[in-house]
């Protein structure tokens, strides 16, 4: 069964300071990840996509890693601010899945002044 | 621009009671799905469109059913509320080549609580 795993399930930290999300799969075969950031009452908004053949791609402050020998992203928040507090979604589909998505139950982030 | 637009935002109903949850967008995108997010779960797909007259079950479609008549529009009906559908419920849309990976752009979501 294609599953999505993310750790922590939240995660406090001070304002200024890095932090990283992890996204564990078992979707197979892979085609892309992406995460999401949602804000308290909004829906998801995209940060990012990895596909098959991307290791890293930047958007800002936030940065994604993909290895897909191992089956594993991160997102990695630096300096964080006041509005990086959200949750944040990883979603994975499979090749050939038609518009099946695999989505996490999301990282809470909180950051505090 | 508006983008995907949900309509009501809250919404109370008793058992057994029937409404509709509407979701427009206006960005002329041929896949349209409804969501539903619960505490401590993944978003669950609950009905899809791949455009007008084309509608499809997706993982949780029981006690909800969805037409797509427009482009723009595609609205999600529950026929006879229960508790169990208590639920924040998104709606979002994309372009329909699935395979480059087009990003979901979602709607702020309707708070449903069934008593």
């Given at each position: 069964?294609?599953?999505?795993?993310?750790?922590?399930?939240?995660?406090i930290i001070?304002e200024?300071?890095?932090?990283?999300?992890?996204c564990?799969?078992?979707v197979?075969?892979?085609?892309?990840?992406r995460?999401?950031?949602?804000?308290?009452?909004r829906?998801?908004?995209?940060?990012?996509?990895?596909?098959?053949?991307?290791?890293t791609?930047?958007?800002?402050?936030?940065?994604?890693?993909?290895d897909?020998?191992?089956?594993?992203?991160?997102l990695?928040i630096?300096?964080?601010?006041?509005?990086?507090?959200?949750?944040?979604?990883c979603?994975?589909?499979?090749?050939n899945?038609g518009?099946?998505?695999n989505?996490?139950?999301?990282?809470?982030l909180?950051?505090t002044? | 621009n508006?983008?995907?637009?949900q309509?009501?935002?809250?919404?109370?109903?008793?058992?057994g009671?029937?409404?509709?949850?509407q979701?427009?967008?206006?960005?002329?995108?041929?896949?349209?799905?409804?969501y539903?997010?619960?505490?401590g779960?993944?978003?669950r797909?609950i009905?899809?469109?791949?455009?007008?007259?084309?509608?499809?079950q997706?993982?949780?479609?029981?006690?909800?059913?969805?037409s797509?008549?427009?482009?723009?529009?595609?609205?999600?009906r529950?026929?006879?509320?229960?508790?169990s559908?208590?639920?924040?419920?998104?709606?979002?849309s994309?372009?329909s080549d699935?395979?480059?990976?087009?990003?979901?752009?979602?709607?702020n979501?309707?708070?449903?609580?069934?008593?």
């Amino acid at each position: 069964k294609n599953q999505v795993e993310q750790s922590p399930q939240s995660l406090i930290i001070l304002e200024g300071k890095n932090c990283t999300l992890q996204c564990n799969y078992t979707v197979s075969p892979f085609s892309n990840l992406r995460w999401y950031k949602q804000d308290t009452g909004r829906g998801p908004v995209s940060l990012t996509i990895m596909t098959f053949s991307e290791n890293t791609k930047s958007n800002g402050r936030y940065t994604a890693t993909l290895d897909a020998d191992t089956k594993q992203s991160s997102l990695h928040i630096t300096a964080s601010q006041l509005s990086d507090s959200a949750s944040y979604i990883c979603v994975v589909s499979a090749v050939n899945s038609g518009y099946a998505l695999n989505f996490g139950k999301g990282t809470s982030l909180l950051v505090t002044p | 621009n508006a983008g995907v637009t949900q309509t009501p935002k809250f919404q109370v109903l008793k058992t057994g009671q029937s409404m509709t949850l509407q979701c427009a967008q206006d960005m002329n995108h041929e896949y349209m799905s409804w969501y539903r997010q619960d505490p401590g779960m993944g978003l669950r797909l609950i009905h899809y469109s791949v455009g007008a007259g084309i509608t499809d079950q997706g993982e949780v479609p029981n006690g909800y059913n969805v037409s797509r008549s427009t482009t723009e529009d595609f609205p999600l009906r529950l026929l006879s509320a229960a508790p169990s559908q208590t639920s924040v419920y998104f709606c979002a849309s994309s372009y329909s080549d699935r395979s480059q990976g087009s990003p979901l752009h979602f709607g702020n979501g309707t708070r449903l609580t069934v008593t």
